[in-house]
């Protein structure tokens, strides 16, 4: 069967980078794939392939989809996810890159089709190679740093222990967002994603457990 998009996560391979902040995107996609083991519907399998990335199959908002984890390193992502575009005949309206995103406060998200890389490497390597920047992103909010450093050194350092927690909120919202945007379509996954913070599903969290008897 055909699948009906591609949906990428980015990231570096390899122990040294598995917790950095540049592999959010490799963080969202081991959330689904966490997800689609344990529902049968979502009707998990692998997908044989070479060496430069892992693959699988599964149906998202009840359509196949592919799920890919570049392993071709953060600069040369666009290499697989344009691979995998042509094998199937997808256009880049059709791909879904999920990755780090500086610009916005690690809590926050927004989910957009276009654009330009915004200095992102990942993401400007799969503009070169799909030959177009309309594919939609999952941007994943990482921040900066409070002091003035060198954005490289940032991005591949590992997240705090408690920035770890707030991607524990952040990794099944985003979840949810891409399941309405698959299922209902642009504009409720927009309104959900891009209104999402974690301050206030931490405070939602806490007067939960207040009211609890």
Do not use: C
Not at 38 to 47: C, E, G
Not at 77 to 94: C, T
Not at 121 to 128: L, R, T, W, Y
Not at 147 to 168: G, N, Q, S
């Amino acid at each position: 069967m055909t699948p009906k998009g591609i949906l990428a996560g980015l990231g570096n391979p390899g122990e040294q980078y598995r917790e950095t902040r540049h592999n959010y995107g490799f963080f969202l996609l081991d959330h689904v794939l966490g997800l689609a083991a344990t529902r049968k519907s979502m009707r998990l399998s692998p997908v044989q392939e070479s060496g430069d990335a892992l693959a699988w199959s599964a149906t998202l908002g009840g359509a196949p989809w592919i799920l890919v984890k570049p392993l071709t390193y953060m600069n040369k992502s666009g290499l697989v996810v344009a691979r995998y575009a042509r094998r199937h005949g997808l256009g880049p309206e059709s791909v879904i890159v999920a990755h780090d995103e500086l610009d916005l406060p690690l809590g926050r998200m927004k989910l957009k089709r276009g654009g330009s890389s915004a200095g992102h490497n990942g993401v400007e390597s799969v503009i070169s190679e799909l030959g177009s920047p309309d594919f939609w992103r999952l941007r994943l909010g990482i921040g900066r740093p409070l002091e003035r450093r060198d954005m490289a050194d940032w991005v591949l350092e590992p997240f705090a222990p408690v920035e770890r927690e707030t991607t524990r909120l952040v990794l099944p919202a985003a979840w949810k967002g891409l399941d309405l945007f698959l299922r209902r379509g642009e504009a409720p996954a927009v309104q959900f994603l891009n209104g999402f913070s974690t301050e206030e599903k931490a405070g939602k969290t806490a007067m939960d457990s207040v009211s609890e008897p």
